[in-house]
């Protein structure tokens, strides 16, 4: 049975501490500020295809998801959200977390969590959901399909299984082309396996108290 301890993180939103792992779920100096520096501004916002379809790696405490199904509904554009996650936190922790309060939508957040797994569910007139319970590493992956890739497993020191080249691979022929892959990575073994598999790959200024993060894009001229 995991342990998750409620932490509060620099920009006054909760993050889970996980203690078997020794790992936290988002950066201690902001959830909210990394989660939109990483995964909305230099991914959704910087795709250059109109049509939104995400694919996360780690759905985790849904804050990803939340923050992309607000930027939907603002923007008044369709979002098909896929993300895959073997261990979900269960509905009495994930209620524990103080984004609706800091975002000013409950609702949405209630839905998104509440959301059946395995089936695409419609959380708004604008935003589609499919929770995948799965082990990432073992999923097959469909070719071009995905604008933007959200990779947010825990750090490759605590989950190297997921940090392999062969995933990565699989990762960029899901994407289409000029398609983007985010993570708030910057080791540079991540970024050489990015290169070797066919990204152009960016290091990009990270979040508050990270100095770097990367971004892929998948260029076929």
């Known amino acids: ?23 936290h779920y988002h950066s201690t100096h902001g959830a909210i500020q990394e989660s939109n520096h990483v995964f909305l501004n230099a991914g959704l ?4 295809i109109q049509r939104w379809k995400i694919f996360e790696v780690g759905f985790g405490t ?3 998801a939340l923050l992309t199904a607000m930027a939907a509904i603002q923007q008044k ?15 009495e922790d994930a209620f524990r977390l103080n984004y609706p309060e800091i975002l000013g939508d409950t609702s949405l957040f209630q839905k998104i969590h509440e959301a059946s797994w395995n089936e695409k569910v419609q959380i708004s007139d604008y935003f589609y959901l ?5 082990d990432f590493t073992k999923m097959e992956l469909p070719e071009n399909q995905f604008s933007v890739i959200y990779f947010d497993a825990f750090a490759p020191g605590k989950q190297e299984e997921m940090w392999q080249e062969k ?16 993570t708030y990575s910057a080791k540079g073994a991540v970024r050489r396996m990015m290169q070797q598999v066919g990204f152009r790959v960016e290091r990009l200024p990270g979040p508050p108290g990270k100095q770097e993060m990367l971004r892929g894009r998948k260029l076929i001229v």
């Open 62 to 64: 849904g804050l990803n």
């Open 167 to 182: 995933l990565f691979s699989a990762l960029y022929n899901s994407l289409k082309n000029e398609g983007i892959f985010v």
């Open 45 to 48: 916002f910087a795709s250059l």
């Open 130 to 134: 499919n929770k995948i319970h799965a």
């Open 1 to 23: 049975m995991q342990s998750f301890i409620l932490q509060v993180t620099e920009d006054g939103s909760h993050t889970f501490f996980l203690p078997e792992m020794d790992e």
């Open 77 to 91: 554009r369709i979002c098909n959200y896929t993300t895959v996650e073997m261990y979900p936190l269960s509905l």
